[in-house]
């Protein structure tokens, strides 16, 4: 998944954006351990209902003001 952000929004007087402030958010509840024990998103469909959130987990960027 993909941030994208303005020319003015990274040129701001104002406002701090930076790469480093953007994180994925991937809390335990978000996730399904599957057979080889690895933290995948617990999806909302796999072939038939499985009852998930989404099969990508959300991104977010931190801006700060200057």
Do not use: M
């Amino acid at each position: 998944d993909q941030v994208i952000v303005s020319g003015n929004l990274l040129l701001s007087t104002t406002i701090d954006c930076k790469p480093e402030d953007a994180d994925l958010f991937n809390p335990p509840w978000l996730l399904f351990f599957g057979r080889n024990n690895r933290p995948k998103p617990n999806r909302t469909y796999s072939g038939k209902y499985v009852g998930g959130y989404s099969d990508h987990l959300p991104i977010y960027l931190r801006l700060n003001l200057k």
